[in-house]
């Protein structure tokens, strides 16, 4: 079959990798918990202007996400129109408002009403950014052939929890979400290509000043890892 990948004669070059002491591995470790730990979902975005050199920064952070055979499957749209900020909220609240009546079912919705959520997004609309971020399910080759993109979700995926850090780290906030059938009309509305399929639409600002959160707790250590 036609190669689909790098060239076969990609250079390898020297790796040098930056070595810490142990106390310092263990004083970054620390720290970048501690500052990944202020991560909270917000929703309840101020319209406060936040640097466009930011969200390309954090932007860029993801695209350094591993991905299968170096395909980088992912496209991040950045809409800060307010019209199209708009629309997207009308698709998403048209699709949520069923998914909470009809589709997600009453354990789901039930299990939703302890965080206050419910198919209004006003954040769609005050949040000075949003993003998009795409899987692209495959690619095309120069030729116009389908390039195979490997794990494309499990790579874009990974690209997001890299994103999350990075936007936590300049001081922005979100709320993850995954808006139910409303894929395919957002790809439309942002003129996507069809190898492109909505994963996560990213809401990114500052909180209110008057946002609330659930209070929360996270699982301690010894209930998430093992050691063997």
């Not at 708009?86 to 009403?113: A, F, P, Q, S, T």
């Not at 874009?156 to 936007?167: K, M």
């Amino acid at each position: 079959e036609e190669w689909q990948g790098l060239d076969e004669d990609v250079a390898h070059v020297p790796f040098f990798a930056e070595r810490y002491t142990e106390d310092e591995m263990i004083k970054r470790s620390k720290m970048f918990y501690e500052l990944l730990n202020k991560r909270r979902s917000v929703r309840f975005l101020s319209g406060e202007p936040v640097p466009r050199e930011v969200i390309d920064n954090v932007i860029r952070t993801a695209g350094t996400s591993p991905s299968g055979a170096h395909t980088e499957p992912w496209t991040f749209v950045v809409v800060q129109d307010p019209y199209l900020k708009h629309k997207i909220r009308e698709i998403v609240e048209e699709e949520e408002e069923i998914n909470y009546k009809k589709r997600m079912g009453d354990r789901w919705v039930n299990d939703l009403k302890r965080l206050r959520t419910n198919w209004i997004k006003e954040y769609l609309d005050t949040a000075p950014y949003l993003i998009l971020i795409f899987k692209q399910v495959y690619g095309r080759l120069p030729n116009g052939k389908k390039k195979t993109h490997y794990y494309n979700e499990i790579s874009v995926s990974i690209a997001c929890g890299i994103l999350l850090a990075a936007l936590q780290n300049a001081g922005l906030y979100t709320v993850t979400s995954t808006p139910l059938n409303c894929g395919p009309q957002l790809r439309v509305l942002l003129q996507r290509p069809p190898n492109e399929k909505l994963l996560l639409l990213l809401p990114v600002g500052y909180p209110k000043k008057d946002a609330t959160v659930p209070a929360l707790t996270r699982k301690p250590l010894e209930d998430i890892m093992v050691v063997m």
